[in-house]
Every structure is written in structure tokens, then in C-alpha cells.
């Protein structure tokens, strides 16, 4: 374990605790804190800060310096979410084991063993002894005050699910640092972490199929490729400029990024003041310092997961004389290995060690794809764009400053740091900025041909290109990331050459590529294929932001003018209408008037049971619930289910070009609009209603069953129900299930199997991930106006009325108006100010 203490016994605060986030009532308390020193040792404390506290618990940090405010967010981090922080540093530290034992089928050693491989920690490490005295300056304070907080309740005062454990420890800051640095690996080496403990040089055996065989799969043995990339991860981000602003002056933004309620990705609201300096407002993720959305007096941003690549894949041609040698342009290399060894908890407290070689490339670690492995021929690797990514941190320890769009641009060119994201943002100058400026591995333009060739040829690279893997041939040099003057690692796609636009309508996206970032316009060029795919269909997700956003308002959303005021853009995020219905729905109907009684065949689970029976299908009610809905996923709403359950049974792609469900074909000038010709052959979205009604019925509800009753979360025991859909549905507020988390904390899980390929389980649909931050900001009055809400609320503490609060508030559709001014602050009902301390 790391125990290593940042604080001893008297260095840390002396100070009245704030109200626990249990405590909600509606009192103002203003606490002092005094410590009896003698006179000839009387020093002022290094820091100080004052958090004042507003309605749900949001936290607003105010100091005379920029350590100070820092200080005071490392305090409410823990105070809020500390446990996250402590398990995630057990996770990139290598001591999951060691400390909370193996884990369900060895899950903590698996990790362990995967981090000490991507080797964050001492990347990180290295790169802390040569950060900015900025960076050091945040990490040091807000680490001291996450160690303070602790010093001051102790772990048995902490809340959560860790609260009395002896493994919380204070936290050294190049720790907190190495977090810091593991999040930009998020859509690269962490999606690999499952894949490389298991990889392991072979024992003889036959060949199997690779790159240098030529061979094609067989139905015997499969290539199978996890998916790399979870279902709806990402988010929208709306920026609306002063040309489609009420008025015509300051810009509209819409942070609504969509990321897991448990677990380490969540956002804690926060505001950082310094007067004179800084004063800003947003989210951060868990355990981080700074605001990673937010807005300022004179400039607002969000983020959206961009669709391009952070990481390469490369099928290596082993060496016949060694698997452990790889063969490039006809020459051997020799792979490097590490022995690590990892300690483990068992169930008598007994401790044991386990120890394994692990192998690396030239590009990074030896992985083990389920259907692919580590033959005698062919082993897989991959190069991760972030891992050296520390301009991540210097960045974002800047952004605080900022005013203006030409503020953001400046420090994304600066630093070139964003790891995984789009950045849409606006200001109070009207103007709106997009941008997909996040870290893009940089392959020659024969390199991107030879690449887009293949998956034409060679099925793996398909097969993987499917799952979100680019996987290159690593025989030939050809695929060796190219080195240009400008970019901020060598081999990356400078930011010049990165895909962005600034305007004064509007600009959105929605997690597609970068192509689309308005019905109005294209962003077209030569642009690398890893940046994103250019003349390629959109989502419906995606579709639906563009009716909601269009200058032919066809949503009807911005008024009789056409032009958003800041309440109509807010109102519109929860607008809820599903797309997917607005195209198919009426033409459904049309062909279960027609053709009432359906036959179906017998569906068999995995284990061989009988999962949905043949029989005949009578679709007449479903068909009267689907004539009376509106296409909204709101909780009165009934429709929803039968909708969602008959478009689950078609892949994403059903919804993109002609096909099952579309008799048109996509047309790449009209992006936003086609596919729209419902399809002539009614025979898929009927056997589609049935399967329906079959698996609504086997679920134990009706078939004109509000929205309301069956999805939802749980929040200690109330059951909350819950508007939104899916990517399938098409609406822009997304709720679902997930299981992306990489926490130790105990979470709930969902029902039982009803039927496969459906979301349905007997208790309904219970959501953990989608919408989570949600914050409007309007620059078009005379000031700065905000409204936001965070679904699952500021705290991690389950026993906590915090914890349902802002979810009851996400149900209700009742958003919260941001206090920013300290006006606003001191005026709020639920205002509780405290001021704390230490060195």
C-alpha cells in the first residue's frame, strides 16, 4: 500500500467541520478555526480557503491565491467522493490485491498485473519532477487538502462505501499526479488493461490464421474482437452563436455529457474563485483538481468523446526462430520483458506474492485478444497516443483562465493536450468554436491507403476495425507513426491540421465524426482517417440533435423565430423525442393494421433454454399503443417500451443506410436528413413488434406501460423513475445501463436475462449511465446566467439525502439556476459557509 503521509500529527487544520452532506437544512452557519499556538512559534497556515456551500450540496471555493483554492478542492473532494480517489490509486499502484484481496475471479490481480504493465505510474513519476510550478503548485495543495480532510474525521469519519477502513491513507501529490495522467488513457491503454496479463508466449501448436498466413478464419475457430468502445459513451455538446441567439449577442452552451452514475467517471459541480484572477464554474472528475467543463464571465466549453483513434493495433509476424522475436521489413526484433511481482490478500489475512513476465514491442504492451492470442506465429500490440501525454495536465491547469474562445484555441494550440475529446465552445462575443482536437496517431498517407485497403482484404482487420481497433501490419514500417514538425509528441497529428471551425450560428456534435458539426455545413478535407471518417452516416442520436438544433427548426423548439433564448436551448435537453420513431414509426403502424398476427420462430438463450417461444404474435394492442404515442420518452409516455423493444432487435448500422429498415439509401450531401424512406418490406419490423410483445409480456408488464413505471434508479430504497432513451431510440438525453467502471465500490446490478439481445430485465429498465453533468449557459443578457444539475448528486455517500436529491431533480426535469455571483451565493436557502486551513 501506499502510506506514505503528506501531513504529521499538528500540521494539519484545526477546523469546525462543515455540515455533512447529510445535513440539508436551510441554515446559514459561518465557522472560524483557531488553533492555541505559543507566541514564538505563531506562523500564518500555507493555506486558506472558504467553501460556501448552496442548494444540493454544490461547493464554491474562494481564496486569496490559486494554492489556497486548490487546497480547498482536494478538502471537498474527500469530503464528497474521497473514496474513489484512494481505490484508484490502489488501481494504477498496483496494490488492489494487496490490499482488498483478489477480487471476483481474481479480478484485482488481473489489474495489478495490467497496470504495472502500462506503467503510468512511472511515466508519471519521471514527468512530476519536470511539471510546471504551476502543476506542482495544484497537485501539492489539493493533495494537502484531501490529507487534511482526512487528518480532521479520520477514515472512520469519512463517508461512503470505504468509510473506517485502515487501507485510506493520505496521498503523496505525485500519486494524485499519476491519476491525473491515467485518465487520458482512457479510450486507449485502459480499454487494453483486460488484455494484458493473459498474454503469454505459446507452447507449439498448430498455426492459426494472421496476417503473414493469409489465412481466412474458419466457423471453428473465430476471430472475435471485444468491443473497445461501450455503447452510447460520449455525450452532446450544443454551442449556439449570436446569429441563432434571441437578440443576437453573447453565445448559448449545452454541457451534456453522458457518463457512468458509479464509479470513477463521475463529475463532482464545483466553483473556484481568487478575486481579480479566476472565477469559474463547471465539473471535474472525480479526484482531479481544476474544471474539466465549465464556463467564465467571458467564455463557456464542453466536451464530446471525439470517434477518432487515441491508439494503433499492430498484428506482429514472429520471428520463426522465437515468439518472443517479431519480423519488420525482413528483419528480426526482439521483444523486451518485465517481471513483476504483486502481493495478494487472502481470505485467512494471510499474504502472498504472485509474479509474471510480461511483454512488450517497440510500440507497447503484448496483448491477448479472445480468437487471436499469442501464437507461434502472430502477436498483437499496440501504441497509445496518450501515454505520454503530460501536456494533459499543464493544459487544464490553464484552462481555469480563460475568457474567450480565442483563450481556448490559443492553450489547445499551446499544449495540444486533450486526450479523447471534441471541444464545442462559445462565449459572450457570440462567436462558437468546434473543434476535434484530441490526440490522433499520424500515419503517411500510404500508410492510411494501404490500411483502408485491407479491411477490404483481410478479415481481422475488419473484424477488429468493427470493434473500434484500428490494427495495422506491424511486418512492415510502412505503419510507424510519422514524425512532423508542430505536434506535441512525436508521431502525432500536429493541431493545425486537426479539424475545427469557428462561426456565429451553431455547431454540435454527438459523438460522430467530426465531419457533421451542423445541418448547415460540412467540415471536408484531408484529413487523417483516424481523425474520424468523412461522407459516412450520422447516429440517430446525432439526427436528432440536428433537428433540435437546424436553422429550419424543425423541432419547433427555438421559438417562433427560430432563434434559442437561453431557457428554450435549456428546456430542449430534455425535450425527449426519439428519432428513430419520428422516421419508422408511423409506417410500424401502417404495417400492423395491415398484417395484425405475426409468426415467430423458437430463440434459444446461450445455456440452450428456450429463451422467447414460436408462436403466433397478435400485435393489435401494441399496434393501438404505438397509433397513440407521440414519440416522446417522457415518464407518462406510453410507447416507449414497445418502441425501444422493437428497435433493439436491429443492430446500430440498421439505422444508418437502406436495409432492413430504410428502402433509401444515406446520401452524404444531405448527412443529417437520409436515410428517411421507411422500408417497402414490412416483414423485419414486424417479426421485430412481436419479438416486442413476446419479451414486454415475459417481463411482467403491459404493453401500454408508461415509461415512468419501468425505468428507473434506485436511490436507497426509492425507486425513481426516469425520462430519456437509448442510441437505438435516438434521443438526445440518454439513459441506459453499463458496466464502465473500474471502482471497487459495491454497486447494484440489474435483473435477470428476459430475453436475448433485449435491455428489458423483470424490474424494468434500471439506468447507472447516461446524462450526467447538465449545465446551460447563456452569455445573451447582460451578464452571465446559468442553470445546471447533476443526476446523481454531489455525493457518494449512500446514506445521504444528497444522494437522491438532484436524481428526484433529474426526474422532475427541474433544473437548478447555477449561483455564480457572490450575491447568488449568499442569497441561496441552503447556504452553509465554512473556512478552513493548514500547511
Known amino acids: 500500500m501506499v502510506l506514505a503521509a503528506a501531513c504529521s500529527p499538528g500540521e494539519g487544520p484545526a477546523s469546525i467541520p462543515l455540515p455533512t452532506s447529510a445535513d440539508t437544512t436551510s441554515t446559514t452557519t459561518t465557522t472560524t478555526t483557531t488553533t492555541t499556538i505559543p507566541p514564538t512559534t505563531l506562523v500564518p497556515p500555507k493555506y486558506e480557503a472558504t467553501i460556501r456551500r448552496t442548494t444540493d450540496g454544490v461547493p464554491h471555493i474562494i481564496a486569496d491565491d490559486l494554492a489556497s483554492v486548490a487546497y480547498g478542492q482536494g478538502w471537498v473532494s474527500n469530503e464528497d467522493h474521497g473514496c474513489t480517489l484512494a481505490d484508484q490509486v490502489l488501481k494504477i499502484y498496483s496494490e488492489r490485491a494487496a490490499t482488498l484481496g483478489p477480487g471476483g475471479d481474481g479480478e484485482n490481480i488481473e489489474s495489478d498485473f495490467a497496470w504495472k504493465a502500462i506503467d503510468i505510474v512511472g511515466i508519471a513519476t519521471d514527468d512530476f519532477e519536470n511539471a510546471s510550478d504551476e502543476v506542482v503548485d495544484q497537485f501539492n495543495s489539493f493533495t494537502a487538502g484531501w490529507n487534511a480532510y482526512l487528518t480532521d474525521v479520520g477514515s472512520e469519519g469519512m463517508t461512503g462505501w470505504c468509510s473506517g477502513n485502515d487501507w485510506i491513507q493520505p496521498l503523496e501529490p505525485v500519486e494524485v499526479y499519476a491519476y491525473a495522467r491515467s485518465v487520458a488513457l482512457l479510450a486507449s491503454s485502459s480499454r487494453m488493461a483486460n488484455f494484458i496479463p493473459g498474454a503469454q508466449p505459446p507452447e507449439p501448436e498448430p498455426e492459426i490464421e494472421g496476417f503473414a498466413s493469409g489465412e481466412e478464419p474458419t466457423p471453428e475457430r473465430p476471430v472475435v474482437f471485444p468491443e473497445l468502445a461501450p455503447p452510447d459513451f460520449g455525450s452532446n455538446g450544443w454551442a449556439i452563436g449570436s446569429k441563432r441567439t434571441e437578440g443576437g449577442t453573447g453565445g448559448l452552451l449545452v454541457a451534456n455529457p453522458h457518463f457512468p452514475w458509479e464509479g470513477e467517471l463521475r463529475f463532482a459541480e464545483v466553483q473556484l474563485t481568487v478575486p481579480g484572477e479566476i472565477d469559474i464554474y463547471g465539473a471535474q472528475l472525480l479526484g482531479l483538481p481544476g474544471i474539466g467543463i465549465g464556463f467564465t464571465e467571458g467564455a463557456a466549453w464542453t466536451h464530446t468523446v471525439s470517434a477518432g483513434k487515441r491508439m494503433t493495433g499492430y498484428m506482429l509476424t514472429l520471428d520463426p526462430a522465437s515468439p518472443t522475436s517479431y519480423m519488420v521489413d525482413g528483419e528480426s526484433r526482439p521483444m523486451t520483458s518485465g517481471e513483476y511481482t504483486i502481493e495478494i490478500l487472502r481470505a485467512d489475512e494471510t499474504v502472498d506474492t504472485e509474479t509474471r513476465t510480461l511483454w512488450r514491442s517497440e510500440y507497447g504492451p503484448i496483448i491477448d485478444f479472445p480468437g487471436i492470442g499469442w501464437t507461434e506465429t502472430n502477436a498483437i500490440t499496440f501504441r497509445d497516443a496518450n501515454i505520454d501525454n503530460n501536456e494533459f495536465v499543464e493544459q487544464y491547469a490553464r484552462m481555469i483562465e480563460v475568457e474567450s474562445i480565442d483563450d481556448l484555441i490559443e492553450l489547445n494550440s499551446e499544449y495540444q493536450g486533450v486526450p479523447l475529446f471534441n471541444t464545442i465552445a ?75 471551425v469557428v462561426r456565429n450560428d451553431y455547431v454540435f456534435n454527438a459523438n460522430d465524426s467530426f465531419w457533421v458539426p451542423s445541418a448547415e455545413f460540412t467540415i471536408t478535407g484531408d484529413y487523417s482517417v483516424l481523425i474520424g471518417t468523412q461522407n459516412t452516416p450520422l447516429s440517430m442520436r446525432s439526427r436528432q440533435n440536428a433537428a433540435v438544433l437546424g436553422a429550419d427548426n424543425t423541432a419547433g423548439l427555438a421559438g417562433d423565430d427560430g432563434n434559442f433564448t437561453g431557457l428554450e436551448l435549456r428546456d430542449a435537453v430534455f425535450e425527449n423525442t426519439g428519432q428513430s420513431a419520428v422516421l419508422l414509426r408511423a409506417a410500424a403502424v401502417r404495417a400492423c393494421r395491415t398484417t395484425p398476427v405475426v409468426d415467430v420462430t423458437e430463440i434459444l438463450a446461450d445455456d440452450g433454454t428456450v429463451s422467447l ?101 434506485q436511490r436507497a430504497d426509492e425507486r425513481i423513475p426516469l425520462h430519456g432513451g437509448t442510441g437505438a431510440d435516438g434521443v438526445t438525453n440518454i439513459v441506459t445501463w453499463s458496466a464502465n467502471s473500474s471502482s471497487s465500490e459495491p454497486v447494484p446490478t440489474r435483473g435477470e436475462v428476459v430475453a436475448e439481445g433485449s435491455p428489458l430485465r423483470g424490474e424494468g429498465y434500471r439506468i447507472n449511465y447516461g446524462t450526467s453533468f447538465v449545465m446551460t449557459v447563456d452569455y445573451s443578457g447582460e451578464s452571465v446566467q446559468a442553470w445546471a444539475l447533476l443526476t446523481y448528486g454531489e455525493t457518494g455517500d449512500r446514506e445521504s439525502p444528497l444522494f437522491e436529491s438532484q436524481t428526484v431533480r433529474f426526474s422532475e426535469k427541474n433544473w437548478r439556476d447555477v449561483a455564480f455571483t457572490n450575491e447568488q451565493i449568499e442569497a441561496d436557502p441552503k447556504f452553509a459557509e465554512q473556512t478552513i486551513s493548514g500547511n
Do not use: H
Open 613 to 713: 417461444a414460436a408462436e403466433s404474435v397478435d400485435l393489435a394492442e401494441a399496434c393501438n399503443v404505438l397509433s397513440d404515442w407521440d414519440d416522446v420518452y417522457d415518464l407518462d409516455r406510453s410507447g416507449p417500451m414497445v418502441w425501444r423493444e422493437t428497435v433493439s432487435q436491429f443492430g446500430l448500422s440498421a439505422f444508418k443506410n437502406a436495409g432492413p429498415l430504410f428502402g433509401d439509401p444515406f446520401d452524404p450531401a444531405d448527412p443529417t436528413r437520409t436515410p428517411a424512406v421507411p422500408s417497402a418490406d414490412e416483414t423485419p419490423i414486424l417479426q421485430a413488434m412481436a419479438r416486442s410483445v413476446q419479451t414486454i409480456t415475459k417481463a411482467g408488464f403491459a404493453l401500454d406501460s408508461t415509461l415512468g413505471a419501468a425505468q428507473f434508479t
Open 426 to 500: 462559445t462565449g459572450a462575443d457570440g462567436r462558437v468554436w468546434y473543434a476535434d482536437a484530441a490526440a490522433t496517431p499520424n500515419l503517411s498517407d500510404e500508410a492510411e491507403l494501404a490500411y483502408l485497403n485491407r479491411l477490404f482484404t483481410d478479415p481481422i482487420t475488419l473484424a477488429a476495425s468493427d470493434q473500434g481497433f484500428v490494427l495495422l501490419d506491424g511486418s512492415t514500417s510502412l505503419y510507424d507513426w510519422e514524425e512532423v514538425p508542430g505536434a506535441r509528441d512525436p508521431g502525432l497529428i500536429p493541431f493545425e491540421e486537426l479539424p475545427m
